[in-house]
T-cell receptor
């Protein structure tokens, strides 16, 4: 079982560049999430989706966009990267039914210089 | 304003002793709580949960206690093992979705 797969694992971006962080899950989960973790801080929710075609903003959505065209994939797009977006990004999924928590990917470490 | 607080950034415990990790929350609407464990370069993994209808949940060496009146929960690990060394996150939600995470506590279990 692959679970939740995130690519790339590491990336360095220049200010103003754009990129897409990929996230895919093979558990047929309806719910998917993007979090960022800054040093010494908890995970903050960027965007989430409750099913294909449905997305909604989390706590810190500014500077990001998402789409959910399939159940499996939930890419996160950064437009015009800024140093404040330097962080570790985690994608997660859940069935929404078992309340047993989320399955997380291993993270993408992004540095904007 | 942090809704979920873990006031100890780090904790060191001797192998075989008890580890107690604390978590406080401010939102009285939170009714479901999780603990996650995170090793370096990996995503968080689910450890144990507790619903507000309970005050204790146990799973092997891990026990979570919930004090609703104090808005406080704690994770007890007995006995602590070197493999338990990790960052532990407390997370809270209302109705089991869109969890709010604490900043984490780094536990070091010394052999």
């Amino acid at each position: 079982n692959a679970g939740v797969t995130q690519t790339p694992k590491f990336r360095i971006l220049k200010i103003g560049q754009s990129m897409t962080l990929q996230c895919a899950q093979d558990m047929n989960h309806n719910y998917m999430y993007w979090y960022r973790q800054d040093p010494g801080m908890g995970l903050k929710l960027i965007y989430y989706s409750v099913g294909a075609g449905i997305t909604d903003k989390g706590e810190v959505p500014n500077g990001y966009n998402v789409s959910r065209s399939t159940t499996e994939d939930f890419p996160l797009r950064l437009e015009l990267a800024a140093p404040s977006q330097t962080s570790v990004y985690f994608c997660a999924s859940s069935s929404g039914r078992d309340r047993g928590g989320y399955t997380f990917g291993s993270g993408t470490r992004l540095t904007v210089v | 304003d942090q809704q979920v607080k873990q006031n100890s950034p780090s904790l060191s415990v001797q192998e075989g002793r008890i580890s107690i990790l604390n978590c406080d929350y401010t939102n009285s609407m939170f009714d479901y709580f999780l603990w996650y464990k995170k090793y370096p370069a990996e995503g968080p993994t689910f450890l144990i949960s507790i619903s507000s209808i309970k005050d204790k949940n146990e799973d092997g060496r891990f026990t979570v206690f919930l004090n609703k009146s104090a808005k406080h929960l704690s994770l007890h690990i007995v006995p602590s093992q070197p493999g338990d060394s990790a960052v532990y996150f407390c997370a809270a939600s209302s109705r089991g979705q869109n969890f709010v995470f604490g900043p984490g506590t780094r536990l070091s279990v010394l052999p």
